[in-house]
């Protein structure tokens, strides 16, 4: 007689693995929203300076980004380029790599539309007491950019969190992973453990991004108010 379904999910050590393999899903996206947001800052203020040649070239790496499937880009990082290079990445690296330059892509994006919507006379007031270039950035326009970068990156963040379901394909350990391993080796005694596997890393994923989302959402109706 089959087992209980639900009896998977604390069988030998699966609930143990599936939580290992969620941290590894989130310390992946945490590394790559570290870097990706710090390089989107750069890159965002970049788009900002009065230089076509600069403005298309990272028009372009936004757009290769955005354009290109994550799924594409994970193969192209980890199996295509290692070999033509000689590079030798472990499958987290190349997930983190990928991942924080597609944060970086769509964080520049988020941070020249914030930097392009501060008030033309705060701009003015900042060059009226002498401030440079950096200065102004720095004290005056990234400061007044931050409530309005704020709701988007929140959601950035979700998407990445969601996409980390995509790392099974580059044999990350992530908790897809191991649920799908824990799926196939308790098969015959679990007919049904599927439903309970992906019910509990469903739970999982919802947890980490739900709070996010709500966030994101009084973060949005707050400005709209203050608007």
């Given at each position: 007689m089959a087992h209980?379904?639900?009896?998977?999910?604390?069988?030998?050590?699966?609930?143990?693995?599936?939580?290992?393999g969620l941290w590894i899903s989130a310390k992946i996206s945490i590394v790559a929203l570290v870097f990706g947001i710090a390089l989107g800052i750069f890159l965002g203020a970049l788009r900002t300076v009065k230089n076509p040649i600069l403005r298309v070239i990272l028009r372009l790496y936004?757009?290769?980004?955005?354009?290109?499937?994550?799924?594409?880009?994970?193969?192209?990082?980890?199996?295509?380029?290692?070999k033509n290079f000689n590079v030798n990445l472990n499958a987290q690296a190349v997930a983190m790599l990928?991942?924080?330059?597609?944060?970086?892509?769509?964080?520049?994006?988020?941070?020249?539309?914030?930097?392009?919507?501060?008030?033309q006379h705060q701009r003015e007031a900042g060059i009226a007491i002498g401030l440079n270039g950096p200065q102004l950035f720095r004290y005056v326009l990234l400061p007044q950019a931050i409530g309005l970068m704020i709701p988007a990156t929140i959601n950035l963040m979700t998407r990445?969190?969601?996409?980390?379901?995509?790392?099974?394909?580059?044999?990350?350990?992530d908790v897809i992973n191991i649920?799908?391993?824990?799926i196939e080796a308790?098969?015959?005694?679990?007919?049904?453990?599927?439903?309970?596997?992906?019910?509990?890393?469903?739970?999982?994923?919802?947890?980490?991004?739900?709070?996010?989302?709500?966030?994101?959402?009084?973060?949005?109706?707050?400005?709209n108010n203050n608007a």
């Open positions: 209980s379904g639900i009896n998977i999910l604390f069988a030998g050590t699966n609930f143990s693995r599936l939580l290992g936004l757009e290769f980004f955005r354009i290109v499937p994550t799924v594409a880009l994970l193969f192209l990082f980890y199996y295509i380029l290692p990928v991942f924080a330059l597609w944060v970086g892509a769509e964080m520049s994006d988020i941070v020249r539309g914030a930097l392009i919507s501060v008030p990445v969190i969601k996409t980390t379901s995509l790392l099974l394909l580059i044999s990350v350990m649920g799908q391993q824990i308790n098969r015959q005694h679990y007919p049904d453990g599927a439903f309970w596997v992906y019910g509990l890393i469903f739970i999982l994923y919802f947890l980490l991004c739900y709070p996010l989302s709500a966030w994101a959402r009084h973060l949005e109706r707050r400005q």
